[in-house]
């Protein structure tokens, strides 16, 4: 045995390591200021701010599903390769999801663009990593966490529309924290290997609080905007009478009570209430469950 051999400190049960690291990463976002801690969610979103946060949730949700695909041609263990696998659809649904949503509201995804700390962050600092641990680590233990996190602290000040969209999506993020504990579990077994994934995680969370940050100043122009507007002129509001509107939150298709849905039976000016049990969405066959109201 060399004597670097014998001077090595043995590895950390990875159990125990990858515990210390989420509470390590909890310890640090209890100290955050609020504007740190949850992409506006310590405040209700009025509809700009709420606008704007899902626009910048659709892009993660795309470029996450490019990085991540990308990974896949270079990731030899099985159970991970599995795991990333089912990541890249998740990551593809959300993405539909939230379109769809940002669609039902009468917007769209054109002439957005992203701040250049959330393109330093998610583009490049997740998509990067020398190997599979590293990759995995920075993106599912640090930013799925991050994102349950803001997730939660969202849930109470949006509208029902999107917190029932969100609610399709946390279970996904949850398997994917899943994986990232997993992959530590069985591949972070040696001190140079727990010193990677700790440096990833690190790094990840200095880059996910200057995303935030940058966010919060995105947000804080959209309110310095509002406060000029001269016209004084309160939001639109739909008119007394118009039919309620109900959107699938899979597909993104909406009913409305006024044309209902002709083709499969439902006459014009049903209410959605009225319609029958069985009846599914004309574009991805899922039942009423999965319709919300209009609303925002």
Not at 25 to 39: G, I, M, T, V, W
Not at 131 to 138: I, S, Y
Not at 164 to 176: C, G, N, S, T, V
Request: with cysteine; charged share 25%.
């Amino acid at each position: 045995m060399s004597s670097a051999t014998a001077m090595q400190k043995p590895a950390v049960d990875p159990k125990v390591f990858y515990d210390d690291l989420v509470r390590t990463l909890e310890q640090r976002r209890d100290a955050l200021s609020e504007p740190e801690k949850s992409f506006g969610g310590y405040q209700p979103l009025d509809r700009a701010e709420l606008l704007e946060w899902l626009k910048f949730q659709c892009w993660y949700e795309q470029e996450a599903a490019g990085f991540i695909g990308s990974w896949l041609r270079d990731t030899p263990e099985p159970e991970v390769f599995i795991g990333l696998c089912q990541q890249v659809a998740d990551e593809g649904k959300h993405y539909k999801l939230i379109l769809s949503h940002l669609q039902s509201l009468g917007t769209s995804m054109e002439g957005w663009s992203p701040e250049p700390e959330w393109v330093e962050w998610v583009s490049e600092f997740y998509a990067s990593g020398d190997d599979t641990l590293e990759r995995v680590a920075a993106h599912n233990i640090t930013g799925e966490l991050g994102a349950m996190d803001a997730f939660e602290g969202l849930l109470p000040r949006i509208p029902e529309s999107t917190r029932a969209m969100l609610q399709k999506i946390i279970p996904d993020e949850k398997f994917h924290v899943s994986l990232g504990r997993m992959t530590v579990h069985r591949y972070a077994t040696t001190q140079d290997r727990q010193a990677r994934v700790e440096a990833r995680v690190l790094r990840a969370f200095e880059l996910e609080q200057k995303g935030r940050l940058a966010f919060e100043r995105r947000l804080g122009a959209i309110r310095e905007q509002a406060a000029n507007d001269s016209t004084g002129q309160p939001p639109a509001q739909a008119s007394e009478g118009a039919a309620p509107q109900w959107v699938c939150q899979v597909c993104g298709w909406i009913y409305d009570e006024t044309v209902g849905d002709p083709d499969s039976g439902i006459p014009p000016g049903t209410p959605f209430d009225d319609i029958p049990d069985d009846w599914v969405c004309p574009e991805c066959l899922v039942t009423k469950d999965d319709f919300v109201l209009l609303s925002v």
